[in-house]
């Protein structure tokens, strides 16, 4: 927006530098021209503003931008942490500063859980400390430590696919879908499926049906980022998976 009004003023400045010069009469009656010389025009730089000099609609508008982008932590100096928190520090009680930094936290805790119910621990434990340096008093996080804690010790089964390969429908994500689904019928688990469409995870289900014909898969199709497949085990069930 600021470089479009800076475009506006540039081509108001352009059209009045070449407005039409006036005509007078010299003494022997004949027109001449008569060229009025204007000053060269100020031009604006079209370069963005030094992080140091925005101002305060600057930062909030900025730290949005970073926000909707998943610019919450990194890179440094063009993130939405650092956007909201400089917001906080020109305006304590500024509301959409406030709002902004409870928003990444969310963002964070979000990621934590997906990440949880794909079995991927490590990564979810790094969501969690992300969200703790934004706000170390957000009830929100303790909760969702509790539920790591307690996914790390279901014992359940994960499998990380290659999305690329299901999203192709390869043979090789088609023989990885088959042993999982042998294993569900082996163990009784309960399936949950993550893919980012609906249509990769029916595929999947159907890959997975297909080669335990005559076993009915008991299991959830659930929308995610990642790829992959969690068998829930029964407790009744010991030593299955290789456990």
Not at 20 to 25: H, N, S
Not at 152 to 170: H, K, W
């Amino acid at each position: 927006m600021r470089a479009a009004l800076l475009l506006v003023a540039l081509s108001v400045l352009v059209s009045c530098a070449s407005s039409p010069v006036d005509e007078q009469l010299d003494v022997q009656g004949e027109p001449r021209a008569n060229v009025t010389v204007l000053k060269p025009a100020r031009v604006e730089s079209m370069r963005p503003q030094r992080p140091e000099s925005l101002t305060l609609p600057d930062l909030l508008y900025a730290g949005l931008q970073a926000l909707d982008a998943d610019r919450l932590l990194t890179p440094e100096g063009d993130n939405a942490f650092d956007y909201f928190t400089r917001a906080r520090a020109l305006d304590s009680d500024n509301d959409i500063a406030r709002e902004g930094l409870a928003a990444i936290v969310e963002r964070y805790l979000t990621l934590a859980r997906e990440a949880i119910g794909n079995g991927s621990f490590d990564a979810a434990q790094v969501m969690l400390d992300r969200a703790q340096l934004v706000d170390s008093t957000a009830p929100d996080i303790a909760r969702a430590r509790g539920e790591l804690a307690s996914e790390r010790e279901s014992g359940d089964l994960f499998f990380t696919l290659d999305g690329s390969e299901v999203s192709a429908q390869s043979d090789a994500a088609r023989a990885v879908l088959a042993d999982i689904a042998r294993q569900a019928r082996d163990c009784e688990a309960f399936f949950l499926i993550t893919a980012p469409t609906d249509a990769v995870a029916r595929w999947m289900f159907s890959a997975m049906r297909e080669s335990v014909e005559g076993y009915r898969l008991r299991g959830n199709i659930e929308l995610s980022s990642q790829t992959g497949v969690r068998l829930r085990l029964p407790e009744s069930v010991l030593g299955c998976g290789g456990e």
